[in-house]
């Protein structure tokens, strides 16, 4: 079945220090979502990325999707400790959702 | 963002005992998710329902599952003989309007003794 991974599963940095996340699909992908958990919460949606090669920001977030539509990244510059949670992404396939295996981030004051 | 409710918030069984989880999403959306998530551990997809229907389920979602709309408005899902290995966050989710993002619901914690 189609694997969806994540790298890496655990950072700690010290807050102002960027982070990123790679996540990388076994299948080609229609789009890709990016969601964001806080310790305790439900997932929340975060941007969706559609096209080849697409680069969109959210502020201090920047995310991208690969040319081949397999893998994509999410970059955090100068974190801040609102910040902390795990981020998933997960992208559509035959009316199925597969979700990373998620980066849990952990900013250090 | 569009406000999706689960109840309980917590639910305590004993295995082999039937548990009913509840979902009320967004008014007059058609199409629904369950999703599960162990400790420590990714979201899973269980199942996509339309229109009153199973759209598509994952191997995880065995005969054990079951998911219904009783009433137009809720919409549960049931596991008829629980095991240790259910308990999980369990996690409704719909759809925002012409697309296939998704609004979770706030989760049942899911405890099988």
């Known amino acids: 079945g189609q694997q969806v991974m994540q790298i890496p599963q655990y950072q700690h940095v010290q807050e102002g220090e960027d982070f990123t996340t790679y996540c990388n699909s076994s299948t080609t992908l229609s789009n890709i979502q990016w969601y964001k958990q806080r310790p305790g919460g439900h997932p929340v949606f975060l941007i969706q990325?559609?096209?080849?090669?697409e680069v969109k920001k959210q502020k201090r977030l920047t995310f991208q999707f690969g040319e081949a539509k397999k893998n994509s990244s999410l970059h955090i510059t100068a974190t801040q400790t609102t910040d902390v949670g795990t981020y998933f992404c997960?992208?559509?396939?035959?009316?199925?959702?597969?979700f990373g295996t998620g980066t849990s981030l952990t900013v250090i004051p | 963002e569009p406000e999706v409710t689960q109840t309980p918030s917590h639910q305590v069984t004993q295995m082999g005992q039937e548990v009913i989880l509840r979902c009320v999403p967004i008014?007059?959306?058609?199409?629904f998710y369950w999703y599960r998530q162990i400790l420590g551990q990714k979201v899973e997809f269980l199942v996509s329902f339309y229109n009153n229907e199973i759209s598509e389920k994952s191997e995880i979602f065995d005969d054990q599952f079951s998911v219904e709309r009783p009433d137009g408005s809720n919409f549960t899902l049931k596991i008829r003989s629980t095991k240790l290995e259910d308990s999980a966050m369990y996690f409704c989710?719909?759809?925002?309007?012409?697309?296939?993002?998704?609004?979770f619901g706030p989760g049942t914690r899911l405890t099988v003794l």
């Open positions: 997960a992208g559509p396939s035959s009316n199925q959702f597969y």
């Open positions: 008014s007059n959306h058609l199409y």
């Open positions: 990325l559609v096209k080849s090669g």
């Open positions: 989710a719909t759809p925002t309007r012409g697309t296939d993002t998704q609004y």
